[in-house]
Structure formats: C-alpha cells, structure tokens
C-alpha cells in the first residue's frame, strides 16, 4: 500500500518561501506520476503541479513562475519550492501519486498547512 508523508508546511510572510517534502513508500516510484493539490478553507481542492516519472512538469496558472515541482528517485521524495509566496495560497496543500504502470490507482498524503500572512 502506498504511503505518502507531506512536510515542510508552516506560516510565512507574503514574499517569502517555503519548501514542501513529501516521502513516498510502499510501491515502485518510478512508475507514479505525483501532483501536489491545495485547498483553502471553504473552497474546492485544486491541482497545482505535477511531475511525471520522466520529470515533465505542469502547472497550474496561479503558481506559474513561482512553484517548482521536482522529484528524487532514490529518495522516493517529491518536492514543491514555493517562492513569492501570497496570501492567497494559504491552504493544505496534499500529495498525491498517479498509477501510471499496470492497474490504475491514486493515493492521498495527510496535507500540511501553509499559511502566509501580509
């Protein structure tokens, strides 16, 4: 069963940084296509970058140019740096990993709280 552990989390000013970890066990890495999703009190979960198992990455317009998605293979970690941070990101922000190899299946990390405060 895949397990994944989100980290990194906390509060921030507007402008500054955080980096988020998350640790994957359970199944073989390579074959996960991993997301980081968010949600903000009172709203809808929302993607917010993704990264294949060939590191092509995705984002979503309201992180463009301020996110990065990257992934560790023999650390089974993915990360999200997230630079110029607002306000308007406060939220939990989830790992999730993709089954792209045999039967599908999609499992969800725990979330960990980023708040940015102006």
């Known amino acids: 069963q895949v397990q994944l552990v989100e980290s990194g989390g906390g509060s921030v000013q507007a402008g500054g940084s955080l980096r988020l970890s998350c640790a994957f066990s359970?199944?073989?890495?390579?074959?996960?296509?991993m997301h980081w999703y968010r949600q903000a009190t009172g709203k809808q979960r929302e993607l917010v970058a993704s990264i294949t198992r060939d590191s092509d990455t995705n984002y979503a317009a309201f992180v463009k140019g301020r996110f990065t998605i990257s992934r560790d293979g023999p650390r089974k970690t993915v990360y999200l740096q997230m630079n110029s941070l607002r306000p308007e990101d406060t939220a939990v922000y989830y790992c999730n990993a993709e089954r792209t190899i045999g039967y599908p299946g999609t499992f969800w990390g725990q979330g960990t709280q980023v708040t940015v405060s102006s």
């Open positions: 359970g199944d073989i890495f390579r074959g996960y296509t």
